[in-house]
């Protein structure tokens, strides 16, 4: 069973960075993927950003040009450099791992971290 560990969350004023870390163990197969979602009480999860086994990278347009995601999945560890934070930035937010399946990925989601923003 995969497991992915989230850290680095917590509580910044508005302008302020954070650095979320997340590690996946347990995979029996490489890494194809690792990204990170956020989500606020009563609304949907929604993609922030994504690097791919070849490094490529995809943002959501809110967080372009403020966090960098960054990581290596043939190490299982992503990162999240969240500067210029907002306080609509405050969220939980959620570490990803798609893994190859033989019809299609399979996505693991961690535990979820807490960032909260404050004006």
């Known amino acids: 069973q995969v497991q992915l560990v989230e850290s680095g969350g917590g509580a910044v004023q508005a302008g302020g960075s954070l650095r979320l870390s997340c590690t996946a163990s347990?995979?029996?197969?490489?890494?194809?993927?690792m990204g990170w979602y956020r989500q606020t009480p009563g609304q949907m999860r929604e993609f922030v950003a994504s690097?791919?086994?070849?490094?490529?990278?995809k943002y959501a347009d809110s967080v372009k040009a403020r966090f960098t995601i960054s990581g290596d999945t043939a190490k299982n560890t992503v990162y999240l450099q969240m500067n210029r934070l907002k306080p609509d930035d405050t969220a939980a937010y959620y570490c990803?791992?798609?893994?190859?399946?033989?019809?299609?990925?399979?996505?693991?989601w961690g535990r979820g971290t807490q960032v909260t923003v404050s004006s």
């Open positions: 347990g995979n029996d197969r490489s890494i194809k993927a």
């Open positions: 990803t791992a798609d893994l190859p399946q033989p019809h299609s990925d399979l996505r693991y």
């Open positions: 690097i791919a086994s070849d490094g490529t990278t």
